[in-house]
């Protein structure tokens, strides 16, 4: 799990989507077999506590924890 979120943390266009909070705009609320952006506002969250942060390091634990839900429901 590092190693991916650091390849995607450290995507540009990625990141600017997510820290623009232009993602929000996207996410699909309203179907029946989705998540309702759940993974995406967690990574969301990550990329700005990452990004804003003066911490050395930041534990990815919503993320991961919104994942093993997810993984759960399927």
Do not use: C
């Not at 989705?34 to 990574?43: E, I, P, Q, T």
């Not at 990452?50 to 093993?68: D, T």
């Amino acid at each position: 799990l590092n190693s991916s979120l650091q390849a995607l943390l450290h995507t540009g266009p990625l990141m600017q989507y997510f820290l623009s909070q232009a993602y929000v705009r996207d996410v699909n609320k309203i179907n029946i077999h989705g998540y309702k952006g759940r993974l995406a506002h967690s990574f969301g969250t990550l990329a700005n506590e990452l990004w804003s942060s003066k911490k050395r390091s930041i534990s990815p634990k919503g993320l991961h924890h919104e994942m093993a839900t997810l993984v759960d429901q399927v």
